[in-house]
């Protein structure tokens, strides 16, 4: 990968992070539940992050040609949603077709965002350029679990972070 394409790479990220930003404090103006507005502006919060990191690279790829080392800290999102296990801790929104709507676009942000970082991290030759890239789609995934474990329990699928919460009478001992 030529710097043009890394740099073509790092600029479709950061308008990716960017609109992402904007959707997630959409969202968070018109979730009318606290716990679903604080949701949606940790997102907004991580993805403003996420576009400050990509554009102290592309500056830095733009002015030396070399990539910075980057520690992407595990954010309290990223931290929280694998090992949500209180049903207390859950993060509720408003129900109905809007939430649920709103859910399922960043849902989708979220899982363009992870595929667009992993093929980078596999195609940039630099190897702090593909942790970094590596990185970003682990926090993306984070993202994603909680927007589903949302979705979840709204719908009332029985399933929290991918596990059944519930127990089927057949399989009562």
Same mark, same amino acid.
């Given at each position: ?68 080392? /980057?520690?992407?800290? $595990?954010?309290? #999102? &990223? @931290?929280? =949603? ?7 801790? *859950? ?10 709507? /709103?859910?399922?676009? $960043?849902?989708? #942000? &979220? @899982?363009? =965002? ?7 991290? *596999? ?10 890239? /590596? ?9 994603? =679990? ?28």
């Amino acid at each position: 990968m030529s710097d043009q394409e890394t740099l073509a790479a790092l600029a479709t990220a950061i308008e990716a992070e960017k609109q992402s930003l904007y959707n997630y404090l959409r969202f968070a103006w018109s979730t009318r539940d606290g716990s679903g507005k604080q949701m949606f502006v940790r997102l907004a919060t991580d993805e403003f992050e996420h576009m400050r990191l990509l554009e102290t690279q592309q500056a830095s790829l733009a002015q030396s040609g070399t990539w910075q080392p /980057a520690a992407v800290e $595990a954010t309290i #999102l &990223e @931290r929280l =949603a694998p090992r949500l296990s209180d049903k207390s801790l *859950r993060i509720r929104g408003t129900e109905g077709q809007n939430q649920l709507s /709103a859910l399922n676009t $960043a849902l989708d #942000l &979220e @899982r363009s =965002a992870r595929t667009f970082y992993e093929e980078q991290s *596999r195609r940039v030759p630099a190897e702090p350029a593909r942790v970094m890239f /590596a990185r970003l789609a682990e926090m993306e995934a984070a993202h994603y =679990a909680l927007l589903q474990a949302e979705i979840d329990n709204i719908q009332q699928t029985g399933f929290w972070f991918g596990l059944r919460e519930f127990t089927l009478e057949s399989e009562r001992h």
